[in-house]
């Protein structure tokens, strides 16, 4: 039974349910010695065009107001639990030339993690949606955002690092070519050369199109985590993902970690270094 967990969201992203304190409180109940919060981070104003924004969602992520707000939150929630740990973070974006941005929100922060949902193409400054705009280039492309935002120095933990498999070349999930292994490699090669966890995604099998069978999960893909296990000295973790506190319960954690022991793949706890 899994007794800590990093990636955290709440209602501040207007896509999950709850308060700080409820995803607190379920955790606490469940014996749980730590839990991170970490909503779906402020994104930069200005950083791209209106379409973009909107095609992003961006106008759900919490504003930086609200982000004092909810930091208050959590402070509240450690003084009344004070038997576990709860820490503070935020899942956040990389759009370059924003560091400042982000070194003003990591400043507050005891961990930051890095969920590249989308990012800028370096070529046409255009900003790709990792779900639906993934191809033999731009696979290349989302590793180039990765390894930046990694070197920044910003982030603690790579939450979901095979979201670029979720519609690569379209809609069939048994897609995995050579340069699919090879940005895995890369990301494997980063996360070990940065002692940067890779986070196997509890919440990523809902988008199965059948749950019960490994090979139609879209993340984690089992031909990603194939790859990493290779790699022995690779920290990887387990992340709910949780947008609501019923997934504390779900069934799927225990799937991934069956993924996981199936691959000889070690799940290691994530250490928060502050
Ligand atoms: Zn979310
Ligand atoms: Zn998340």
Known sequence: MLKYNYHTHMKYCNHAKGDVIDYVKEAHSLGYIELGMSDHAPIPLNSMTKEEWEHNYCSENMTLEIFEKYLDEIEDAQEKFKDMKVFKGLESEYLEDHNIWYQNLRNKLDYMILGLHFFKDPDTGKVLDTYQDMNNKTIYKYYQNMENAIKSGLFDYIAHPDLFLFKYNGNDVSIFDKDCEIVTRKICELSLKYD??????????????????????????????????????????????????????????????NLAKSLGINITKFEVKK
Do not use: C
């Open 196 to 257: 940067i966890p890779l986070e196997m995604n509890v919440n990523g099998i809902r988008f199965a199109t059948d749950m019960n069978d490994i090979n139609k999960w879209r993340y984690p893909n089992i031909k990603f985590w194939n790859i990493a296990s290779e790699y022995k000295n690779l920290k990887v973790v387990i992340g709910l993902d949780a947008h609501d506190v019923s997934l504390f319960h779900s069934e799927n954690i225990e799937k991934v970690m």
